[in-house]
């Protein structure tokens, strides 16, 4: 763990992805992270070129599914927000399922939306660590409430 990031435990960061925009299901995924208790403290309607894209992932660079993921996520708009609430990274987890939507549980946003273990809905930030960083990556700070 970096000294230098603050360790804010009740926030994540999340993105609509490009195949949930396109199908037209920003509204109900938004619904079902305010009904999920989540305040949303900063949001943005936005797309990824490929280079974003490829440093937003960087993480993954070595994993065979790079160069696709890359592809589709800066293939359309996106959705990104930072979300406030108790225990935000774990739950926020909870809330969107298993990566593989075939794997995710009943009543999870990847459950009803996604489409594929690629083109899977939403991303959620795995820890308070990368939920910071990658929050920064998209927003300023004047950008958040
Ligand atoms: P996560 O989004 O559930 O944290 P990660 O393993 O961090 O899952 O993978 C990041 C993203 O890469 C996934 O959300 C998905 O879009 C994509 N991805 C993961 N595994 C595969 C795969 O096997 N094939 C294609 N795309 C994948
Ligand atoms: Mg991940």
Same mark, same amino acid.
């Given at each position: 763990?970096?000294?230098?990031?603050?360790?804010i435990q009740n926030r994540t960061f999340t993105?609509?992805? @490009?195949?949930?925009?396109?199908?037209?299901?920003?509204?109900?995924?938004?619904?079902k992270i305010t009904a999920a208790g989540f305040k949303i403290i900063a949001?943005?309607?936005?797309?990824?070129?490929?280079?974003?894209?490829?440093?937003?992932?960087?993480?993954?660079?070595?994993? @065979?599914?790079?160069?696709?993921?890359?592809?589709?996520?800066?293939?359309? @708009?996106?959705?990104?927000a930072i979300l406030e609430k108790d225990n935000a990274v774990e739950d926020f987890r909870a809330l969107i399922? &298993?990566?593989? @939507?075939?794997?995710? &549980?009943?009543?999870?946003?990847?459950?009803?939306? &996604?489409?594929?273990?690629?083109?899977?809905?939403?991303?959620g930030s795995?820890?308070d660590?990368?939920a910071?960083?990658?929050g &920064?990556?998209?927003?300023?700070?004047?950008?958040?409430?």
């Amino acid at each position: 763990m970096q000294k230098n990031f603050k360790m804010i435990q009740n926030r994540t960061f999340t993105m609509i992805k @490009p195949d949930a925009v396109a199908n037209g299901h920003i509204g109900g995924i938004l619904e079902k992270i305010t009904a999920a208790g989540f305040k949303i403290i900063a949001m943005k309607y936005s797309q990824l070129s490929l280079r974003d894209a490829q440093a937003f992932y960087a993480v993954h660079s070595e994993r @065979p599914f790079f160069g696709e993921l890359v592809e589709f996520m800066s293939s359309g @708009p996106i959705v990104a927000a930072i979300l406030e609430k108790d225990n935000a990274v774990e739950d926020f987890r909870a809330l969107i399922g &298993a990566t593989n @939507p075939e794997e995710a &549980a009943e009543g999870t946003i990847r459950k009803i939306y &996604a489409t594929s273990i690629g083109e899977n809905a939403v991303h959620g930030s795995d820890s308070d660590e990368n939920a910071a960083i990658e929050g &920064a990556f998209h927003f300023a700070g004047k950008e958040i409430f």
